[in-house]
């Protein structure tokens, strides 16, 4: 990369890690007493959204372990939040939070590919190779759990808006471009079907417009933050 383009995605990760930290700290709010579980999840949500955005930008400029740091990070909210959503009403987010999940293990099982092959140690081979195996098991756990929340007949029944806005193949990107931003306005395409081995910039824009749909049907909007605060 061009070092024009590698400060540009240097701005760009920025960007998102301060949306994504301004979207978390509204989620916690929400936690307070007076809070309102559908804006915590919802709140949680575009935060890990970004952050797959954010992560999968750093990793042209980062190395594979830092890569996989970056990955891990997710988890715990991940984690957390599957658990918060453990009722019907929040089933559909239960969902996505299952997708976001699957996508990670998946990122973190194939950096664990990749540095395994560079690997030299027997000994740190053998500590990866026993880290991919439970990365693809947790992958296909959550896998699972999505596909059941959000099939094609729950999306085209529960959430009309993005699924009108679903193909198959969504338009190409660029290499510094995302699919969407929380500010838009007129939404992007949706890949569909999208799953753990999908580009996660095209998990976080399904997932972005699950949730803003899901929110808007209650009356309720995400807390955005100052694009002055956020550049």
Not at 66 to 93: E, F, H, Q
Not at 159 to 166: A, D, I, K, L, N
Not at 215 to 230: H, I, Y
Request: aromatic share 8%.
């Amino acid at each position: 990369m061009q070092a024009s383009e590698v400060e540009q995605l240097r701005r760009q990760s920025s960007r998102l890690e301060n949306f994504m930290r301004s979207f978390k700290r509204s989620g916690d709010a929400e936690r307070d007493p007076g809070g309102r579980i559908e804006l915590e999840v919802g709140h949680y949500l575009e935060s890990l959204s970004c952050c797959l955005e954010d992560f999968w930008c750093r990793r042209a400029i980062q190395s594979p372990l830092d890569v996989s740091k970056n990955w891990l990070t997710m988890l715990g909210i991940c984690k957390y939040l599957y658990k918060r959503c453990d009722n019907r009403d929040l089933a559909p987010l239960r969902g996505c939070t299952g997708l976001i999940a699957a996508c990670v293990y998946y990122q973190l099982l194939s950096v664990s590919t990749e540095m395994i092959q560079d690997l030299k140690e027997p000994d740190r081979a053998k500590q990866l190779i026993a880290e991919i195996a439970k990365y693809t098991k947790e992958m296909e756990t959550y896998e699972q759990v999505w596909r059941a929340q959000l099939s094609a007949h729950h999306v085209s029944r529960m959430f009309p808006q993005t699924w009108g806005r679903c193909q198959e193949m969504a338009p190409r990107l660029g290499p510094l471009e995302t699919r969407s931003n929380p500010y838009m306005k007129k939404w992007a395409p949706v890949a569909y079907p999208v799953g753990a081995t999908s580009n996660p910039l095209d998990v976080a824009n399904f997932v972005r417009q699950i949730d803003h749909e899901w929110l808007s049907r209650l009356g309720l909007v995400l807390k955005m933050p100052n694009r002055k605060e956020a550049a």
